[in-house]
């Protein structure tokens, strides 16, 4: 798998890609210290970050039809120092000595999360262009999954740090600086550079939601996204049942340990199943998993089922970026890419919300119980394995 960053211009697009992507594990966490440093409520520091996450989902369609309107390079430079100015504007407002009012902290959380640029989307299509569709692309795909894995378990821990070690704003900062100089570097390189999108007439023509199977395809990973929000709820609840609130961190990390390892796995393994197949098998597979963890008290044990559980995340995400190459038209590939995230995020937003409504009202066990119904049924509900295999010299899947 790791011989994919030996392809020509692969490297040199890859680490700065991944230096910019490491913002997006840091940015949570530093929004939500920085904002209760600041006005001294958690409350606050919630919605800063619910207001970065909710502008995030939302503006992330119009981002990628700009990056395949207008190409990396100029796209993707103005997002990233958008987002960097926010975060240094905020980060300003934090260390100042002056009170700050809450609306225009929120309004410049929001403001991070419209211009956040999807370096993730960006890559894979530097990714798909270096590589021949088949085991290849499969192969890049699952590197590039795994390593935002570990960006996920390093960013929160390392930006604990720097704020520790400094102040909430120059956390913040750190933010700032990294997705801004991280993207630059990215688009200067060549494989970044030849991404330089398509006619207005063009996009505008080939929109890739109505593409055929491809609102299946989203529905189905909504369902991997529940269970991601309800796991990011319950396990901080399963650690205080247990008087250990510092295990939380630790069985978050065990989920995002399985779900580096299931890409890890996947990318090696040759599969000769259709993706719509393969996607039913992982979406069902990660249902029945999170059904028969949340029936799991001991916290050892809840914390290998957590890996189980995760195990389906990563190579859930691939497949769906595999459809999404492979069933774009030319020119909006990225925003294809992109509302793969977008199910993903979603999903787990709105789980996150009804999590805590259940652990609140009839516990941890329940609201893990429901998350993997999710999956379960919109696989069930979905004729998804019908989408055949991408086949050599065809490239697309069809019904």
Do not use: C
Not at 78 to 106: E, H, Y
Not at 346 to 359: D, E, P, Q, R, T
Not at 387 to 394: M, T
């Amino acid at each position: 798998m790791f011989g994919v960053l030996l392809l020509p211009g692969a490297l040199r697009a890859f680490l700065p890609a991944l230096i910019g992507r490491s913002s997006l594990a840091m940015s949570g966490l530093a929004l939500l210290l920085a904002v209760q440093d600041k006005t001294g409520s958690f409350a606050q520091g919630g919605l800063a970050t619910a207001a970065f996450g909710i502008a995030t989902v939302a503006g992330a369609p119009w981002r990628a039809r700009a990056i395949d309107r207008f190409g990396q390079r100029r796209a993707l430079t103005v997002m990233a120092t958008g987002q960097a100015t926010g975060f240094f504007a905020l980060a300003l407002l934090v260390d100042g000595r002056q009170d700050a009012a809450p609306w225009l902290l929120l309004v410049l959380s929001a403001e991070g999360g419209l211009t956040a640029p999807p370096l993730g989307a960006a890559m894979r299509m530097v990714w798909a262009s270096l590589t021949q569709a088949g085991d290849q692309r499969k192969r890049a795909f699952s590197f590039d999954a795994v390593s935002e894995e570990l960006l996920f378990l390093a960013g929160p821990v390392l930006i604990s740090a720097v704020i520790g070690a400094t102040s909430p704003g120059f956390g913040l900062g750190v933010t700032a600086a990294t997705v801004f100089l991280g993207t630059v570097a990215m688009v200067s390189s060549p494989a970044s550079g030849a991404m330089r999108g398509t006619r207005r007439d063009a996009v505008r023509r080939e929109r890739v939601l109505r593409r055929p199977g491809f609102g299946r395809v989203l529905l189905v990973l909504l369902g991997a996204g529940a269970v991601l929000g309800a796991v990011e709820v319950v396990a901080p609840a399963v650690a205080a049942q247990h008087d250990a609130a510092s295990a939380a961190g630790w069985l978050l990390a065990a989920f995002s340990a399985g779900s580096a390892l299931g890409g890890l796995l996947y990318g090696r393994l040759n599969l000769k199943a259709g993706v719509g197949t393969r996607l039913f098998a992982l979406s069902t597979g990660m249902g029945i998993a999170t059904v028969s963890v949340s029936w799991i008290t001991p916290l050892g044990l809840f914390a290998a089922g957590l890996v189980l559980v995760g195990l389906f995340l990563a190579p859930s995400l691939v497949t769906g970026y595999l459809i999404a190459d492979a069933i774009a038209p030319e020119g909006s590939r990225t925003e294809a890419s992109t509302w793969i995230n977008t199910a993903i995020n979603l999903g787990a937003s709105l789980a996150s919300a009804g999590a805590g409504i259940v652990i609140d009202r009839s516990g941890t066990g329940l609201a893990l119980l429901l998350a993997g119904v999710v999956p379960l049924a919109l696989a069930l509900a979905t004729p998804i394995a019908r989408l055949r295999a991408i086949e050599a010299g065809e490239g697309r899947p069809v019904d």
